[in-house]
């Protein structure tokens, strides 16, 4: 079973429960998948969907500071609740020492100095890590081992 296939199923057995939250997240989640596929004119392939799911954790991520700062706190736990909902579908996340082992192996390999390498770094980085690297993190390490 793909993982929009998932998310429908899990989304009507939502529905079917009165899980209004649930079913609304899986319904803006399934309507991004859809919009992508539509854009692609073909099925999704597994990880084309998993990046879909990302980009919606990283928004709803982003959402959350911005309604934490605004004193919102309503509507940033709302968007919590989505990101555990969507969170469900994606593989496990690579743990942050193992993270920090790649960050330190690609700067040796790419002989970084300074943060102007940046850019070097974390494209192999990503790379590496196969999806299961969380950006911003992988930056912070980038940092406090060039910094």
């Known amino acids: ?3 929009f296939e998932q998310i429908q199923s899990d989304m009507y057995v939502a529905m079917k ?5 649930k079913a609304s997240a899986l319904r803006t989640t399934l309507a991004k998948l859809k919009d992508k596929r539509i ?7 597994e990880p084309e969907e998993i990046k879909v799911l ?3 954790v990283k928004q709803r991520k982003e959402s959350v500071e911005m309604f934490e700062k605004g004193g919102r706190e309503e509507l940033a736990s709302a968007e919590k609740v989505e990101i555990e909902i969507i969170n469900k579908y994606l593989p496990q996340m690579m743990p942050d020492d193992k993270i ?14 300074s943060m102007a390498d940046m850019g070097k770094i974390m ?7 196969k999806g299961l690297i969380d ?4 930056q912070q ?3 406090e081992i060039l910094g």
């Open 39 to 45: 854009e692609k004119r073909e099925d999704l392939s």
């Open 100 to 113: 920090r082992d790649i960050v330190k192996e690609v700067v040796e390999e790419v002989g970084a100095t």
């Open 141 to 143: 390490f980038v940092r």
């Open 54 to 56: 990302q980009t919606l």
């Open 123 to 129: 494209p192999e980085v990503m790379k590496q890590g």
């Open 1 to 3: 079973m793909s993982v």
């Open 135 to 138: 950006g911003k993190t992988a």
């Open 17 to 21: 429960a009165g899980e209004k939250e």
